[in-house]
């Protein structure tokens, strides 16, 4: 923990140093994904709901997925550039270093310019937060912890990938980009075999979809039971599980290039 | 009839160079056909509420959906720049601009064959596996196959500016960040243009981003009349190429002032 904390500030200030271009970073970051919630108004202007949930609902939606997504992207993100230093020979290093390569991957060129996107996230969670009605504002914190976990593994799962695919890297992105990209609408615009599929392969369902049901008491569009709305942290301990697991078996059969 | 032989040469290294990786070309059409189906839910949800918005019909928004999911790689969507940004930074542009072969046709040469290639190990598989998983529509006309080329020369033709305003800026990066927002959004990725409201879909659809992507899915639709929508991409890819070469002269001259 203090590993990473050192070097994630050590890498905070190396790109805080260029001033402009960390500037520049930040604002772009942001930018690029406010043109997600923009697609998401111009959609609005055509229609008052989609797959039954109203603007505000659905930028709940957006809002706690995205803020999940770009914490564990600014925290641990990094991971997913494991194949360029398994190419390059600098994940050797890192093995030979008295710090855990994990807190190593995921602090490495700590990307300080995320919380451009993390900002972007709060504030549209910050305007939807009028449909969250008092009594059930306590599964908003919970969610996004859970999703913190949820996305932070799908991570881990998609470098521990790398580990077997060091040539396409970008097979993860499916999972976590478009993971996120699925969390910001409604499940119920999904086809029924999506669904289930994130419901209990990849339990992406619980980043916020599930904990939402509850929190705008809605019924589930397709039935699943009622408990589900709040497995969202058994989901997430159980995913984490699975990654950690996922990220020793590569660890441990990795073999270094040798270049 | 050399210049030809050059050029095809150009052509073969830039399909050659990137059918070597070839398993991050199939994980990105992986990719490219994750988010397509999650875009079409989208639409289709869309669709279903409003039919026959923006003239399509419900087949037909799936369709460009997959279609421009496929646009992504020989298109570059995204907006990254041209392989010769690495060497304005290094300075070996000097090298370049003396060349017998202008840089503005040798660069395009290498990227039609880079899009080429992409053609087949991008493009193809999110359109099949759409076609496997929901209704599409056949192409229209087959103009298309001439609007799909036009639509890569105007993305060059885009892409060779925004790498080559290297030369004036020191910190390129805002410029590629400018470069992917702008082609991402006006070039009808992220919502057909026909979705847009008034004036923001005006703009849209004038721009040489529309060229490079709602144009060649319109094409394929028959929404768009095909002599205007192949005139429109002719336009821009004119235009960009004419810039692109008044551009490089420009550079030329200021890379020798610097010194290289």
């Known amino acids: ?259 | 009839m050399a210049d030809f032989v050059l050029y095809l040469r150009l052509f073969q290294y830039g399909f050659r160079r990137h059918s070597t990786y070839l398993a991050a070309a199939l994980a990105g059409a992986f990719t490219n056909t994750v988010f397509g189906v999650l875009r079409a839910y989208v639409l289709i949800a869309l669709w279903e509420a409003r039919p026959g918005l923006a003239g399509y019909t419900l087949a037909e928004a799936v369709t460009f959906c997959f279609l421009t999911q496929g646009f992504i790689g020989p298109m570059q969507v995204f907006g990254r720049g041209l392989s010769f940004g690495d060497r304005i930074r290094s300075g070996d542009i000097a090298f370049d601009l003396v060349r017998p072969a202008p840089l503005l046709l040798w660069s395009l040469a290498e990227d039609l064959g880079r899009a080429a290639y992409l053609t087949i190990a991008r493009s193809l598989p999110p359109s099949i596996a759409g076609a496997a998983m929901f209704t599409m529509v056949a192409p229209v006309s087959p103009w298309f196959v001439a609007s799909f080329v036009l639509g890569i020369v105007v993305s060059f033709g885009w892409r060779y500016l925004v790498t080559l305003a290297a030369c004036w800026t020191t910190d390129d990066r805002g410029m590629h960040t400018l470069s992917s927002l702008l082609t991402f959004f006006f070039s009808g990725m992220v919502l057909p243009l026909g979705l847009f409201p008034g004036w923001l879909r005006t703009v849209a659809e004038a721009s040489p981003f529309a060229a490079m992507v709602q144009v060649p899915a319109d094409m394929w639709l028959g929404a768009t009349p095909t002599w205007s929508g192949l005139g429109f991409q002719l336009f821009w890819a004119v235009t960009l190429l004419g810039l692109g070469a008044l551009l490089t002269v420009a550079a030329r001259r200021k890379v020798v002032v610097q010194g290289g």
């Not at chain 1, 937060?129 to 593994?153: E, H, K, N, Q, Y």
């Open chain 1, 1 to 259: 923990m203090g590993d990473y904390l050192l070097l994630a500030w050590t890498w905070a200030r190396a790109s805080a140093q260029y001033r402009t271009s960390f500037v520049v970073s930040i604002v772009s970051s942001f930018a690029i994904n406010a043109l997600d919630v923009i697609a998401i108004g111009i959609v609005f202007t055509h229609v008052t709901t989609l797959g039954g949930f109203s603007l505000r609902e659905v930028m709940f939606l957006y809002g706690t997925g995205g803020v999940s997504f770009a914490l564990a992207d600014l925290l641990f993100g990094n991971i997913e550039r494991l194949s360029q230093h398994i190419r390059a020979g600098t994940f050797d290093t890192m093995l030979i270093r008295p710090v855990s390569p994990f807190v190593q991957m995921a602090a490495d060129g700590f990307g300080a310019h995320r919380i451009g996107r993390l900002a972007q996230a709060a504030i549209v969670l910050g305007l939807a937060l009028p449909v969250v009605p008092w009594s059930r504002a306590w599964m908003v914190p919970v969610m996004i912890l859970c999703g913190i976990v949820i996305f932070t593994a799908v991570f881990t799962l998609g470098a521990a990938l790398q580990f077997v695919l060091v040539d396409a890297p970008e097979l993860a992105n499916a999972f976590t980009y478009g993971g996120v990209t699925l969390t910001q609408y409604p499940l119920s615009v999904y086809g029924e075999q999506l669904v289930r599929g994130v419901t209990y392969i990849v339990p992406l369902a619980f980043v916020n979809w599930q904990p939402a049901l509850y929190v705008l008491g809605r019924p589930d569009p397709l039935g699943l039971p009622g408990w589900l709305r709040f497995a969202a942290p058994l989901a997430a301990l159980l995913l984490a599980g699975a990654a950690a697991l996922a990220w020793r078996a590569g660890l441990r059969r990795y073999r270094s290039t040798g270049s």
